[in-house]
């Protein structure tokens, strides 16, 4: 018996942003999934649908299936609820796509309850389904997915979750090719140890990105949006990155990097014009080398997931 | 010919901040050195005198001097100052008293002449006094002894100083063991390489007290002072750190660590009086292995130098 539904959008996510490798994150609102969540008196969770893209409809197969059923758990609810996932997000693209699903069900079902969870709990209970995807529990997606605009995730153990400023004008550019990266390489290739000086450099860049937030200084924002230590290695893997990187700058963009472990390219710009323009040249670059891709500009999402009508 | 004079305090400074090191650093307003400067028509710079401590009167081995005709230098000025320096700030403490100095002379200079340069610039000219000091020209002492407040030095080349917001109820305990450690040997013992996974603990914590400074949430400047890379060797340098640290945190200090590179610990406190029970309480740590200090309490100093009466 179904006794309430709701509609959701579910936000892609930019993890990482330049020198905030594994702690930053921040909400999209132009490109995200649609998910319907339906209360029903039979217990667990069930996936009657999945549109856009061949995934397990399995419960513990699927990351929104895992998600939901974490928070079930802790809650010990004795009832469930069913759910539809419209997949708009590509799965690794490197925008959050796992983290979409994962965050969305946690959240619907919390309204669904009547928010018995803070947005803190959701987290947790969304970084179960982020597990089964990547295999490691990170919350630089499901965070600013839950709590919309830019979130830095201080800790993940015990997790501690800090919402940023997010300055009006702040646009993202974002361009997929179409080329398929694992998370889990896109992790190996990384060292595990750094010289002090490069760390030296990305606390004094991620410190300064914060301020920047903060004051909404955008010329400070774009001189702290550096990486030398995850975006060297890892660019390797993106056809094209360095002209992409240099034509999204030329065009205006305060900074340019990867998206989470890409292979998805991301821009920040004041305004959304601007964004528009950076997009367009970065869209090019990957034209001249012919690698089919998407194209979306957004304005910061603030709010995260929330209800459509 | 005497044309004018002006008497200056020039602050202490707490450089690092437990997470940021070679970045972050504050002014104190309680202990700092007092200095006299006097344009006068001969040209260059004559240091008349200096109290307190034993310190070289030749120009080119002060790091006042040194700093000092760095901006005459740049200016291409054609007459000079006098200076008298009256220590307070011992030398070899870690509370910046070379970056006192350096950084009082060009402030004072830059007075006297009108105010021809930025404290940006004061910043580069007083750096070459830190130079002769410690052997590099490092920024995180004298940028808040001349901005004042809290600094972050996103990059020291090019030189990028941003102010952080003070909170108004953030106060300072500083204790200075007197021992001595020389700032090339706490330098030595850093390794010059760190595992990724300390890095972005630090840079989760950095990004996370810019957010409480800014914020002004003091839960979350407390849970952010953590220093996982520096803290752990450099410590060993200094007998009882562990109980001070131990007993400041006790005390209910938000954080403690270790100012610049030692031997002073200083912790941060929400408002004066507790400010005082953590200096008492590290002071007393201090006395039970019989080790003489100074203690200090100060309310974070917004204006860094100033002219005194």
Redesign the interface.
Known sequence: MIKEQIRLFCPATIANIS??????GLALDSIGDEMVLRKVSSPGIKITGITGQDLPLETDKNVAGVAGMAMIKALEYKEGFEIEIHKKIKPGSGIGSSAASAAGVVWGMNQLMGSPCSDHQLVQFAMEGEKLASGSAHADNVAPAIYGGIT????SSPL?I?R??SPELLYASVIHPHIEIKTSDSRKI????????D??????????????L??EDYA?IS??LEDH?IEPVRSILIPGFDDIKKAALAAGALGCGISGSGPSIFALSKGGDKATEVAKAMSLELSKIKLNHDTYVSVINTKGIYILP
């Not at 020198?19 to 930053?24: P, S």
């Not at 830095?152 to 800790?155: E, H, T, Y």
């Not at 760390?199 to 920047?212: M, R, V, Y």
């Open positions: 020198c905030g490798f594994d702690v930053l830095l995730v201080r800790s501690d800090i940023i400023n990384l060292k595990t140890s750094i010289s002090l000086a760390g030296i450099k990305q606390w004094g860049n991620l410190g300064a990105l914060i301020a920047g903060f004051k400070l001189r702290s230590i």
